[in-house]
């Protein structure tokens, strides 16, 4: 069985939050939106078909925990949970959280504006805060 390893563009393009039994979750450098990107620590899995159904009823409990947290430190109206991998292959979900004034609204975030760079700092007091609650 190969041994997980993180995809370096996901690596690239956030900053890591913390470890929960199955996933490993980041945020993504995108200050538009408070965004968590939880991927499940399976070397081999692309699809969520991919997961025994053990790690599938985990991967939804840490999506709900995830999204809660996320709600509740950044105050949105809406959450949008969605896995693609078009870009990158590896399985990962995403999680942003949106209000009605964000400048992509009401379309995805993807590809609506340039992604916007946190603060200098900022990046890291909210994953450090998401961590601190994901525990």
């Not at 078909?49 to 925990?65: G, Q, S």
């Amino acid at each position: 069985m190969a041994e997980f390893a993180l995809d370096p563009q996901i690596a690239a393009d956030s900053y890591p939050v913390t470890e929960l039994k199955l996933c490993t979750v980041r945020l993504q450098r995108d200050a538009n939106y408070p965004w968590l990107v939880l991927v499940p620590k399976r070397a081999d899995a692309v699809e969520i078909v991919d997961l025994d159904p053990a790690n599938r009823t985990m991967l939804l409990d840490e999506i709900v925990k995830a999204s809660a947290v996320l709600r509740d430190t950044v105050k949105c109206d809406k959450l949008n949970v969605a896995s693609f991998g078009n870009a990158v292959r590896q399985m990962h979900i995403h999680v942003i959280a949106r209000t009605f004034t964000d400048p992509g609204w009401p379309k995805p975030p993807w590809g609506v504006v340039p992604p916007k760079a946190y603060a200098p700092g900022a990046a890291e007091a909210l994953a450090a805060k998401l961590a601190q609650r994901l525990k």
